[in-house]
Structure formats: structure tokens, C-alpha cells
């Protein structure tokens, strides 16, 4: 017997256009507030609140006015709370929240606690350190203990200096891919198998591009990451869709991190994934019963250049986040994102380089 769900809701992330786009798709009215609020997530959501950041004292004013028209509304969280815990933490005592809960979300921030959980369950990792190391043994990444799309992970250097809390992570010249899973507490079900794109923006050599679903790894991986995930549930009661990245480097296999929170991945999975994610935040995993065949893919466009969106750019139907008007986007910056789909992963990423190189030329020309 299915959950009775609300007719309408809120989603928040810090660019919430994917939950936006995933609750209207499975039928929901949305209430979308993020940071951008782009002409894709005006578009969707009957009401879209622009924040400048999701910082409580930014966020609190908009869920007061809210709660006095609405009253307490399911609100759905993605990307961007890593910095603000506190936050989440307000959402959960005043409002209806669907995804983990708050002590389990700060539980992955506790990174020396999480490699610990991994060694205990038997989950390879690549080597991880709390101290600088010595970078005669080999290179390695500086990571933020909280950071999300891998813009602040550098390489390390014994001449950086660094003041925030960080750690070390041994450096893996493999091929980055993530498990799109689904949980409800005591069950956990892989929904499908992705291949992660990185790109170099200045230092920043690892920050989040896009992604390809559905790619087919070998049977050996592919269990290997369902066992991991059922030991890992024993410690965490994971709720709703999550995560988890992972490296292959000579046929080996290294956990990275865990995102206890709808990522970017989910959009290419069809219109009623959303569905299932709230009917598991709900504590009912639902045999999910239809996937998408082909692969789909999703590209973000970053700014090579200080650009100033013109009013006269004709925005092909296969691009998303589309910014407004007259918006000024720093070198570095997201502009905008590209959505292709196929046969099979290589027609895809084709597609999307071809179309990225069509959107950097219209950028760049205006129109």
C-alpha cells in the first residue's frame, strides 16, 4: 500500500533547479529557494525565493513568511548545506524535513570517524592522513572536512598554507564513478551505476562537471559496491536517494565519500524517482519498478571568462539553469548546464562535448 504525498512542497539546495525539475516532473507543485533562482527554476516552482546564501540568517526570514501562508510544508533538501549544518538543523525542528535527519548528515562530516567506519567494515579507501604528510611519499590531496563538487580539493604542496580544517588523501590516477543508491533505514537498493566528470578551474583540479548514467561495470564492481553499501547501512539508517563515490585505479576499488542527500545524478533516472525518494524518507522502499534504458548525461558549463549573459542568446532546449538576462558570471563561475541522452555512454559524451563547444561559441558571439 502506497503513502498518501502532498500535493505540493519545498525544495532548497543551493541550486535547487534538479529537485525542482524531479518534483514537477512526478507531479508536485514546488516552492523552489536556492541561490540563483534561474529562469529554469522560476519557471518550474510556483513561488522561487532567491537567498544569498543558505546561511540560517539568510534562510530563516523566508521559511517565516511561509509558514504563516502554508503552514508546515514536506521540504526536501540537495547540495550545498555542508557549511551550514545549522541550518538543516532549523528545517528539521520547524518544518516537515524528508532526507536524513540532521545527527546522521553531521555524521559525514566527522571524516576521521567515517574512514574509521570504513577500515571497521572492511571498505577500501585510499589512504587517508589528519597530518600533513611528507610529499616525498607520493602526491596527495588536500580536502576540506565539509565541501561539496570537489572545488576546494587541491594538490598538496609542503608550501600551501592552510587554516581551515582539512585532511590528506592519497592521490588515485584512476576513473571517478558514483552509485545512484536508495534507502529506507533497514533496506538499500542500487538504483544505477554513473561515470563522473572533473575539470581544472585554475588550482582547482577536481570540481564536479557532470555526469552519465547507467554505465555498465563489471558484475565483480557491481557487487562489490551493493555489499559495501549493506554493511555500511548497518551503521548509517541512510533515508530517500544518496551516493556513493567511488574510484576504479588497476582494477581496484576505493570508497570516496558518501552524499546522504538527492545529487545531481538522480535528474537522469527518470519521472518517478523523485516518488521513491520521498516514499523511503517516508520508511517505505518501494520496488522501483521502471528505469530509463538508454544513458543520459549532464554537463555544467563553468565560465572561461567575466561574462554578462545578453538578452539576445536563443537558449537551445537541451540546456538547463539557464540564468537571466543580464546576470554577471565570474571566470570560473557555473553558467548553465547541458542535458544529452543515447544508446550507450560514448554517443552520449559525444553529444555533450558537441553541444558544450555549441554553447561556449554562443556565449562567446552573444547570440
Known amino acids: 500500500m502506497k503513502l498518501?504525498?502532498?500535493?505540493?512542497?519545498?525544495?532548497?539546495?543551493?541550486?535547487?533547479?534538479?529537485?525542482?525539475?524531479?518534483?514537477?516532473?512526478?507531479?508536485?507543485?514546488?516552492?523552489?529557494?536556492?541561490?540563483?533562482?534561474?529562469?529554469?527554476?522560476?519557471?518550474?516552482?510556483?513561488?522561487?525565493?532567491?537567498?544569498?546564501?543558505?546561511?540560517?540568517?539568510?534562510?530563516?526570514?523566508?521559511?517565516?513568511?511561509?509558514?504563516?501562508?502554508?503552514?508546515?510544508?514536506?521540504?526536501?533538501?540537495?547540495?550545498?548545506?555542508?557549511?551550514?549544518?545549522?541550518?538543516?538543523?532549523?528545517?528539521?525542528?520547524?518544518?516537515?524535513?524528508?532526507?536524513?535527519?540532521?545527527?546522521?548528515?553531521?555524521?559525514?562530516?566527522?571524516?576521521?570517524r567515517l574512514f574509521q567506519t570504513f577500515e571497521q567494515l572492511s571498505i577500501s579507501y585510499p589512504e587517508v592522513r589528519f597530518t600533513a604528510p611528507d610529499n616525498s611519499s607520493g602526491k596527495w590531496l588536500v580536502k576540506p572536512m565539509q565541501g561539496e563538487g570537489g572545488q576546494e580539493i587541491r594538490f598538496y604542496s609542503e608550501s600551501q598554507s592552510i587554516t581551515d580544517p582539512v585532511y590528506w588523501q592519497r592521490y588515485c590516477a584512476g576513473q571517478s564513478y558514483s552509485a545512484l543508491f536508495i534507502a529506507s533505514g533497514d533496506a538499500i537498493e542500487i538504483v544505477g551505476f554513473n561515470h563522473q566528470a572533473i575539470v581544472a578551474e585554475g588550482d582547482a583540479y577536481f570540481t564536479f562537471a557532470g555526469v552519465i548514467s547507467q554505465i555498465d561495470l563489471p558484475h565483480s564492481i557491481q557487487r562489490l559496491i551493493a555489499e559495501w553499501l549493506k554493511k555500511l547501512l548497518t551503521v548509517y539508517p541512510l533515508r530517500g536517494l544518496g551516493s556513493l563515490d567511488f574510484m576504479l585505479e588497476n582494477r581496484q576499488c576505493y570508497?570516496?565519500?558518501?552524499?546522504?542527500?538527492?545529487?545531481?545524478?538522480?535528474?537522469?533516472?527518470?519521472?518517478?524517482?523523485?516518488?521513491?525518494?520521498?516514499?523511503a524518507c517516508w520508511g517505505k522502499l518501494e520496488p522501483i519498478e521502471t528505469l530509463p534504458t538508454s544513458n543520459a548525461g549532464y554537463r555544467v558549463l563553468y565560465a572561461k571568462r567575466e561574462i554578462c549573459i545578453s538578452n539576445q542568446i536563443g537558449w537551445p532546449k537541451w540546456v538547463v539553469d539557464r540564468p537571466e538576462s543580464g546576470v554577471?558570471?565570474?571566470?570560473?563561475?557555473?553558467?548553465?548546464?547541458?542535458?544529452?541522452?543515447?544508446?550507450?555512454?560514448?554517443?552520449?559524451?559525444?553529444?555533450?562535448?558537441?553541444?558544450?563547444?555549441f554553447m561556449e561559441n554562443l556565449l562567446k558571439t552573444g547570440h
Open 255 to 279: 570508497v570516496l565519500e558518501i552524499n546522504a542527500r538527492v545529487p545531481a545524478s538522480a535528474q537522469l533516472y527518470g519521472k518517478q524517482i523523485f516518488k521513491y525518494h520521498l516514499q
Open 4 to 112: 498518501e504525498l502532498p500535493n505540493r512542497l519545498i525544495v532548497i539546495a543551493q541550486s535547487a533547479r534538479i529537485l525542482a525539475q524531479m518534483a514537477v516532473n512526478a507531479g508536485f507543485e514546488v516552492i523552489a529557494i536556492d541561490c540563483f533562482a534561474d529562469l529554469d527554476t522560476q519557471n518550474l516552482a510556483v513561488l522561487s525565493f532567491k537567498l544569498d546564501s543558505l546561511a540560517l540568517d539568510d534562510l530563516k526570514p523566508v521559511f517565516e513568511v511561509l509558514q504563516q501562508d502554508y503552514g508546515s510544508l514536506p521540504v526536501v533538501y540537495g547540495s550545498g548545506f555542508e557549511h551550514f549544518v545549522d541550518s538543516l538543523g532549523y528545517l528539521e525542528r520547524h518544518w516537515r524535513l524528508l532526507g536524513n535527519p540532521l545527527s546522521l548528515y553531521k555524521q559525514f562530516q566527522n571524516k576521521r
Open 328 to 357: 554577471f558570471i565570474g571566470k570560473g563561475q557555473a553558467i548553465c548546464s547541458i542535458i544529452a541522452s543515447g544508446k550507450n555512454a560514448r554517443q552520449v559524451s559525444l553529444q555533450l562535448i558537441r553541444r558544450q563547444r
